[in-house]
């Protein structure tokens, strides 16, 4: 069942998924009591304490409240997106506690959604985190690493039509100094977005590896697509919470994840809510 009216249904070929972002971000507007806002955050697993750190939460609104973003599929828990001063600027950041991933089949419009609408309320950066598994066995759980290109391996775009867009320094460097700046040692690397929801076996890792990537995930990269059409500068941060399959002989566990997550994530936060007010 969805609440939307049709207009609004992305799901439905014949619906604008720009206009329905713009629709988005009116209501957040008026929800939010903000005209517009500055920068936009997607918090990926690990990365929840980023946004508490950032500042002072001015609002806070399930993201079911707000056109497109209906999870029908998705019983119990919801999103939030939070609009939170940016230290003590008048800036005023977007973050989404929750994203959208490709795998839950409600289409890539779906996945990119946040992104857009983040556009049209006025963002001129995204910052776009995740949980990945990593290629390089001396980032052990727990380790950030900037997302320096990527590599999508979804067979899909979130353009539709003739939409010929370069992304060519898609991962603003300009950004990535930035976070140099608040963390000198912070490595990079390149991200492979694989369909999921299962985790790569060893093969797919050992090609992920051929092909030039370092970090594997679920995530980020259809989004950074839509970004960079939508404008937006780009930054990627990785939390490699798992060595990818075959890397090291630990099979992967979900609870392992998420721990190594809980325990890497004050420091990223900080981290992140300090690069956030330098940009
Ligand atoms: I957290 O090892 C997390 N997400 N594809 N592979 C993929 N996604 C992930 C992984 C991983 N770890």
Redesign the pocket.
């Known amino acids: 069942m969805t609440t939307e009216p049709a207009h609004l249904d992305l799901a439905d070929p014949a619906t604008d998924p720009f206009a329905v972002a713009q629709a988005a971000a009116e209501r957040l507007a008026e929800l939010t009591g903000a005209e517009r806002h500055d920068v936009a955050l997607v918090l990926g ?2 990365w929840a304490p980023a946004g508490d750190l950032l500042g002072e939460t001015l609002a806070e609104i399930p993201s079911t409240d707000l056109p497109g973003f209906s999870a029908a599929a998705v019983v119990g828990h919801h999103g939030v997106v939070r609009s939170v001063r940016i230290g003590d600027t008048d800036r005023r950041a977007l973050v989404f506690g929750s994203r959208t991933h490709f795998y839950e089949g409600r289409g890539v419009r779906a996945v990119v959604h946040g992104v857009r609408t983040a556009a049209r309320a006025g963002c001129s950066t995204v910052v776009l985190t ?4 990593g290629l390089n066995p001396s980032w052990t759980p727990g380790t950030p690493v900037l997302i320096s290109d990527h590599i999508n391996l979804t067979a899909s775009s979130p353009l539709e039509g003739a939409t010929f867009v370069d992304l060519t320094d898609l991962y603003s460097s300009r950004l990535r100094d930035l976070c140099r700046e608040v963390e000198p040692d912070l490595d990079e690397g390149v991200y492979v977005q ?1 369909r ?1 929801p299962h ?2 076996t060893p093969a797919e890792v050992r090609m992920a590896k051929t092909i030039g990537g370092d970090l ?3 995530s980020t990269a259809l989004e950074a697509i839509a970004a960079r059409h939508a404008g937006l500068e780009v930054l990627g941060i990785s939390l490699v ?2 060595l ?2 075959g890397i090291s002989d630990q099979p ?1 566990d979900h609870a392992e ?1 998420i721990e190594a ?1 809980r325990a890497a994530a004050q420091r990223c936060g900080r981290m992140l809510a300090d690069v956030v007010k330098k940009i």
């Open positions: 697993s690990g995740n949980g990945c598994g694989f999921g985790y790569e594997v995930g679920m919470t798992n990818a399959a992967l994840v997550g």
